[in-house]
């Protein structure tokens, strides 16, 4: 790695003394030697282990549950079903009055993706609560399922969660979160080129090295200390208070040292259950997730779908955007609403663009609920933003990193949500970027500047 | 038949934070007898070094060198309020609560020398070392050790500070979208070589060089490992990583490291790594959240490359053999 102190050296004081020093991490020895403790080192006497029983439909009816044979397997010890949980129907983001819930800690009545938690079973051993997990009977009314985010829209689709109503998270300003910046439409007709084309991504799993999971210890007193991973403390100590109507004051969570999370490890899913099995069996509780379950069953980042509209002009202006991205949500809602606001909060890019219409949807299908991960809501626009600009450039027989200049935003352009730009540095950036792989552009792009007036 | 090579460029930017409930995180500091502070949070350490950050922050702030200074998070019972660790926010978030947390701290501090040393508070400084120093006149000084052993047994001060930083709540207009969603953007410009194979549809990626602006590298070293494990997510994300290959088919979805493809040791981009610094206004000593960006701009950078390598599009990701082997057909067929 190189700093290169030359840009931004009249913005900059280079006059601290631990800031800016590459001074060895704490932690490191620690971690290379095997020593550090993570949350599954902690083994209690006494302790069960936690093993869902999933749903093999992607949606389908509960017709009834029989745990009866389950029951009776050697070394089972307790059996939770949606009517042991006392606030089973939740939402993560009701914390910050982001609602409807929308979501069940265990399936009451209805399964809406395929590996859905439906009967929880506690056990001495990891072992014994696999084979008494297999021994629950679950008779499923099998329900057509919709998995694509446009037949999803269509009317007449499947409902999938019938929280929401309709197959899309209801934004105050309807079915997507709207940008409006002045008339886009009058402004292609202008253009000397339009082009518009549709960008597509996949699920995507976080694979971090230590899989989601807790160990959870009744302290005797009433309280419950929850060694968890989740990558926010309160936010999962405060939706387990509401999920299980306790009062805040009775959890105690312990963490912060986690084995990779990249967005993966803030649902909330394993900590409400593993309290609630520690708290009616008296006992220590372990829920780990496998690491199929990891990378089946925990949230992947969301599949996306973008379209991008663009007017430009043969100098290489571009006059007008219109960007629609669709977030598969899959069955619940978790943090993709936001995901899919964040998404409308970036678009356009990095660029000035007159112009600008954004609609972003957040869509419910029939498969394992998305969620946070590194770069939430942005990656894949940018992924589709930035080959959007590749073409353009192509089209208008123009060096592509050349073009990107013209259009880069600089301090105090407005931004299509309406906030002038501050700090921006895109241009040296690509100026850097000009000299190091050997991409040479023209003196008058080097002379830019993001900052300096007339530059 | 043939190799062919590509190269491709992106650009971007990134929020740092987010901002749907209002975003805070606060901080304690305090000192123990002998002059070495605590900075207590209940902030997430993932494994990208955010304990180490927050002491050199600390240090920096307090002017002491960070080994005296040792971070315990993350216990609720003892730890004060953090949103979380996501969103690129925890470095500047928490960074901005402990900045204001041991600044307090570092007043007290100095008050207690001012008195030891028969001085105004205003009139000191410290050096770094552990020591606290008269301006214009260093022979006049006091080790920050006696200075806590001071405050502690003879003068019945608790030298500790309160920390917390909070972007409010920004609701977006319904009509227009206006909205704040965020606070400083760090940047990014990408450019990736590669060599696809017309043959059987693979993508070597041969060179990465990605430039970064994340406002200041608080520690070089940890920025590098994050700046480089996310180059590495960006090019796997583009030709490996999905849970569901043929979505939106449900089927065929990996299960383990064996079957969920990630490029491995012998599938490494020589990977070059530019910083620049454009402090911003907000953040602490004008650090930007370098966490999520990073990853990003490859993506592209490497779609661009394969297009300008076979002069074909593949606008879905991954871009895996299959679909440029498709798409190469599909363009001999025209």
Redesign the interface.
């Known amino acids: ?5 030359s ?2 050296a009249d ?2 004081k280079d006059d ?12 490191s020895p620690g ?1 290379v030697t095997g020593k550090t403790a993570y949350f599954a080192d902690r083994n209690f006497p006494g302790m069960l282990h936690l093993k869902m029983v999933r749903s093999p439909h ?1 949606h389908a009816r509960i017709r009834s549950i029989d745990t009866s044979e389950a029951e009776k397997h050697p070394g089972v010890v307790k059996i939770l079903t949606a009517k042991d949980v006392p606030h089973n129907v939740y939402t993560i ?1 009701i ?4 609602g409807p819930e929308d979501e069940t800690v265990l399936a009451d009545g209805k399964v809406r993706w ?1 590996g859905e938690a439906v009967v929880a079973v506690l056990a001495e051993t990891e072992r014994a609560a696999q084979e008494a997990a297999a021994k629950v009977k679950v008779d499923y009314e099998v329900l057509p399922a919709v ?3 446009e037949e999803a829209l269509k009317p007449g689709a499947p409902l999938v969660n019938e929280y929401h109503g309709q197959n899309y998270y209801l934004y ?2 309807g079915e997507c ?5 002045g008339d886009v439409e009058a402004v292609f007709a202008e253009a000397d080129h339009l082009l518009e ?9 976080h ?1 971090p090295t230590e899989t989601t999971g807790c160990v959870v210890m009744p302290e005797g007193n009433d309280r419950f200390t929850c060694y968890t991973n ?6 999962t ?1 405060d939706n387990t208070s509401i999920i299980l109507q306790m009062p805040g004051s009775k ?13 993966g490890k ?1 649902d909330v899913i394993v900590e409400p259950i593993a309290i609630l099995g520690a708290k009616l069996t008296g006992r220590p509780v372990s829920f780990v997730y496998s ?2 379950e990891e ?2 069953i925990s949230s ?1 980042r969301a ?1 996306e779908k973008v379209v991008i509209k663009d007017g430009v002009m043969k100098d290489g202006r571009i006059i007008a955007r219109k960007v629609t991205g669709y977030t ?1 949500a899959g069955a619940y809602s978790r943090h993709s609403p ?1 995901g899919a ?2 998404g ?3 678009y356009p ?2 660029y000035t663009i007159p112009y600008v219409w ?1 609609d972003t949807y957040c869509v419910y ?1 029939n ?2 609920p998305s969620s ?1 991960m ?3 809501g ?3 626009g ?6 959007q ?3 353009l450039a192509r089209l208008i027989g123009m060096d ?2 050349e073009f ?1 200049f013209i259009n ?2 600089r301090d105090g352009d407005m931004k ?4 002038p730009t ?5 241009i ?3 100026q ?2 000009s000299r ?2 050997n ?1 040479p552009v023209a003196k008058k792009y080097m002379a830019m500047s ?1 900052y300096v007036k007339g530059a | 038949m043939a190799i062919r090579r590509g ?9 740092t934070g ?1 901002n ?3 975003d805070p995180t606060q901080a304690l500091v305090h000192s123990t007898p002998t002059g070495n502070f605590m900075v207590t949070l ?6 990208q ?1 955010m ?2 950050i927050m ?3 600390c ?2 702030t307090i ?1 002491v ?2 080994d005296r200074v040792v971070v315990d ?5 003892t ?1 004060p ?7 690129s926010r925890g470095t500047h978030r928490a960074g901005n609560a402990v900045i204001q947390a041991a600044k307090e701290a570092r007043q007290v501090m100095l008050e207690v020398a001012a008195e030891e040393l028969e001085v105004n508070a205003s009139d000191l400084e410290t050096d ?1 070392q552990g020591n606290i120093l008269v301006k214009g006149a260093p022979q006049k000084s006091i080790s920050i050790f006696d200075v806590a052993l001071s405050a502690h047994f003879k003068r019945g001060r608790s030298i500790s500070g309160r920390g917390m930083f909070l972007i409010p ?1 920004s609701y ?11 606070t ?2 760090a ?5 990736a ?1 590669v060599e696809v194979d017309d043959e059987t549809g693979e993508v070597t990626v041969l060179t990465v ?1 990605n ?3 994340i ?10 490992q994050q ?2 494990g ?1 180059s590495w ?1 960006g090019i796997s ?1 583009a030709l490996y ?5 043929y ?4 089927d065929h ?5 064996n079957q ?1 493809l ?1 490029p491995g040791p012998g599938d490494l981009a020589e990977t ?10 907000d953040g602490p ?2 650090a ?1 959240g370098p ?3 990073c ?3 490859q ?3 490497v ?2 490359a394969v ?1 300008d390598a076979v002069g074909v ?1 593949i ?4 871009i895996t053999p299959e679909r440029i082997l498709r798409a190469l057909k599909a363009q001999a067929a025209h």
């Open positions: 790695m190189e700093l290169r102190k840009y931004f913005v900059r601290l003394h631990e800031i800016g020093q590459p001074r060895p991490r704490s932690d971690h992607h983001l914390l910050i009055q982001v395929k998995f694509d985010m105050d300003s979160r709207k940008v409006r910046f084309q549709s960008y597509q991504s996949s699920p995507i799993e694979a989740t990558q926010a403390m309160f936010f100590l959890l105690h969570f312990v963490g912060g040292t986690v084995g990779g999370g990249f967005g803030v690491r199929e990378m089946q992947p599949a598969d936001y606001q964040k409308a909060g970036h890019g990095p954004i299908t498969r394992t946070a590194r770069g939430f942005v990656t894949i940018d992924f589709a933003l930035e080959v600009m590749d073409k592509p990193l990107r880069a935003y299509a949500h309406r906030q501050e700090g921006a540095a895109l040296e950036c690509m850097e970027a190091a792989a991409w993001s | 190269r491709g460029v992106a650009a971007i930017n990134y929020p987010m749907l409930g209002g209940s902030s997430v350490d993932l494994g070094g304990k180490q002491a050199q922050i240090a920096e002017g060198p960070t998070t993350a216990d609720t019972d730890g309020h953090c949103m979380g660790t996501f969103a770094g709540r977006p207009e319904k009509e227009t979208g206006a909205m704040k969603p965020s400083c953007y940047h990014a410009c990408t450019v070589e060089k430039v970064f602006e406002g200041r590298a608080l520690n070089p070293k940890m920025v590098e700046l480089v996310g997510m994300h990583e999905t849970t569901e290959p979505y939106p088919n449900r979805g990996g299960t383990d490291f969920y990630m070059e790594i530019i910083v620049l610094e454009r402090p911003s206004a000593y004008g930007k966490g999520e960006m990853a990003n701009p993506i592209p950078a779609a661009n297009f599009r606008d879905t990701l991954p």
